[in-house]
């Protein structure tokens, strides 16, 4: 994996193609530069706003070259150093210079006026940005950012010895399909006191991250943290009560189906009681789903499956494939999770996961595929900030490729293995709306609570959990795992309230699946063109461009929870 090595996506127009972008020194002068610059004509602001975006597109590509080798090999030092040099470098020193950039932009807009139809949305954000902009944040914010990369750091160190051999927490999670209900719980304990050894860390790390945020958000002028970052995630179409509309919803429509499936698992599977180790086998009593024997077959697999759906997804797969832009095998030190990461100069994107051999691998890969496929297809925006869609939108993106592209998964399953794998993924998606609104719904309790204690913490948590159906497995003598189980859900550490998004989207690929079984033809034409728009226009446009309502009241999650649970019926 060579990703200097990439070419950029256009020949650069202002930034000297020697230049280190790591030399904090030099990348604050290019932005003085464009600060100092004299603009006296509309063409003239045009040709400074996309000298910009060619800075902030190159700068932003080399933080991600070295967050992306830091990830995949946090135990190497120098990767972890040159990211960390990074963050408390360059990004601190960036950040003030910046913020002028941004009131330079306003004072000129006024000077000269742009087509407000396109540059409507850029303006509304780099108000935003200049309303939340505060000099004393920055130390702050690069604080954050370290402690985020030593929650990574702690979370990449986690192995166990199993089976005489050292293996990855990710690498155990196979053993959670095995019809060995001994080998199970053995697996699953085992990997639960590996995480519970760190608890106090992890506490540690989350105080640290807590207490900074809400300082963060009252020197910015925000009370409330939760309101300040839904100014930064740049949430202009709904609001927190929204979410909590969405958390009742749940909890009313969802929460009972979802009670319904593991009632019908335990009665399968002939226990009294389902705990945390029976959530994952088969309830049939069947051998674990093994869609692949290793990365290269997963890979060829999905490039089979994209080319069969889309001859476009097809070439950009292959690309991929063919310049390095995949990381998928689990392996020790590497970081957990899975991610796609827009390599925002080249304009190419990277997939980042941990595979071990199981059905969730396949879903994974075709969920980041979504992401990249997203990147292609805004790739031509002259803007950077108009490649990048409102996250609600971006995991549209991702999910309904899982649903679209899951229609083709015979490349990986004969017809009894794939119907399998269908209701796994049904009964995926009806507990992930839930989980959503339980992670969601915690966070709004914790940044509601400023001044919770941790055992307060600790209860809340237990509460919020049961309430969206964490009561239906049977937490007998293991109520100190069960307490700190939120420990598992990075975004909780690294980006704070990005979670409710999954629930949002979920509900806009279930919108585009439906779709898709209307007029295959007229969905993926809908979903392309979505995706093509990038960020140009507000999230309510660009749902409604891909064919699909951005709702998520009773109104719209009611029919596709119906329509869910006779799909569910269908293999149960």
Same mark, same amino acid.
């Given at each position: ?70 990830? +995949?090999? !946090?135990?190497?030092?120098? !990767? ?74 702690? +979370? ?86 929204? +979410? ?129 496929? @997203?990147?292609?297809?805004?790739? @031509? ?6 490649? @990048? ?10 999910? *309904? ?42 966070? @709004? ?90 960020? *140009? ?36």
């Amino acid at each position: 994996m060579n990703l200097n090595n990439l070419k950029h996506y256009q020949k650069r127009a202002f930034v000297p193609e020697s230049v280190d972008l790591t030399d904090a020194v030099k990348v604050v002068d290019l932005y003085k530069q464009l600060e100092k610059r004299s603009i006296s004509s509309v063409e003239g602001l045009k040709q400074w706003i996309a000298d910009r975006s060619e800075l902030d597109a190159a700068l932003s590509e080399t933080g991600s070259i070295l967050y992306i080798r830091m990830t +995949c090999q !946090t135990d190497d030092p120098k !990767t972890s150093r040159e990211y960390t040099r990074f963050v408390q470098t360059v990004m601190p020193a960036v950040r003030p210079v910046s913020d002028l950039l941004n009131h330079k932009y306003l004072r000129e807009r006024g000077s000269f006026p742009l087509d407000d139809g396109y540059y409507q949305i850029y303006d509304r954000s780099v108000r935003t940005d200049v309303e939340l902009f505060s000099d004393k944040n920055v130390p702050l914010q690069t604080k954050v950012d370290l402690l985020s990369q030593e929650y990574q750091t702690l +979370c990449g160190a986690m192995t166990v010895m199993f089976e005489d051999k050292e293996q990855t927490l990710p690498q155990m999670s196979k053993y959670l399909l095995q019809t060995d209900r001994s080998l199970r719980e053995q697996a699953w304990r085992a990997t639960s006191q590996r995480r519970i050894k760190d608890k106090d860390q992890f506490e540690q790390i989350f105080d640290q991250m807590f207490a900074l945020r809400n300082t963060i958000a009252q020197n910015a002028g925000y009370s409330s943290f939760m309101d300040y970052q839904f100014k930064v995630y740049h949430r202009f179409d709904y609001t927190p009560r929204d +979410c909590q509309e969405y958390h009742k919803t749940i909890e009313k429509l969802v929460v009972p189906l979802n009670k319904r499936i593991l009632s019908k698992r335990q009665d399968q599977l002939r226990l009294k009681s389902l705990r945390p180790w029976d959530t994952m086998v088969d309830p049939m009593g069947k051998k674990p789903l093994a869609p692949f024997k290793d990365v290269q077959q997963l890979v060829q697999g999905a490039y089979t499956i994209f080319n069969k759906l889309d001859k476009d997804f097809g070439i950009q797969f292959k690309e991929m494939m063919d310049r390095g832009l995949l990381d998928l095998a689990s392996r020790p030190g590497k970081a957990p999770g899975g991610y796609q990461n827009t390599l925002n100069e080249s304009r190419k994107p990277f997939i980042f996961m941990n595979a071990v051999g199981i059905d969730d691998d396949v879903r994974t890969l075709l969920h980041e595929a979504g992401h990249a496929f @997203h990147a292609w297809a805004s790739a @031509h925006e002259p803007l950077l900030d108009y490649r @990048h869609a409102p996250m609600e939108f971006c995991e549209v993106a991702s999910m *309904s490729m899982e649903l679209i592209a899951g229609e083709y998964l015979s490349e990986f399953y004969a017809p009894p293995d794939l119907n399998r794998s269908s209701r796994e993924h049904i009964e995926g998606i009806i507990q992930t709306l839930a989980w959503v609104a339980n992670i969601d719904a915690f966070q @709004h309790w914790l940044y509601s609570h400023p001044r919770h204690t941790s055992e307060e913490r600790r209860s809340a948590w237990i509460s919020i959990y049961e309430q969206f159906g964490g009561n239906f497995i049977d937490w007998s003598d293991l109520k100190d795992i069960k307490s700190y189980l939120w420990h598992r859900q990075l975004h909780i550490f690294e980006v704070p309230f990005y979670y409710i998004e999954y629930g949002i989207a979920q509900l806009g690929a279930l919108q585009v699946w439906l779709n898709l079984r209307r007029d295959p033809l007229k969905a993926l034409k809908d979903y392309k063109y979505g995706l093509s728009l990038g960020g *140009s226009r507000p999230v309510v446009e660009l749902f409604n461009a891909a064919g699909i309502s951005f709702d998520f009241s009773e109104k719209i999650i009611k029919p596709l929870v119906e329509a869910l649970e006779l799909e569910w019926e269908k293999f149960a």
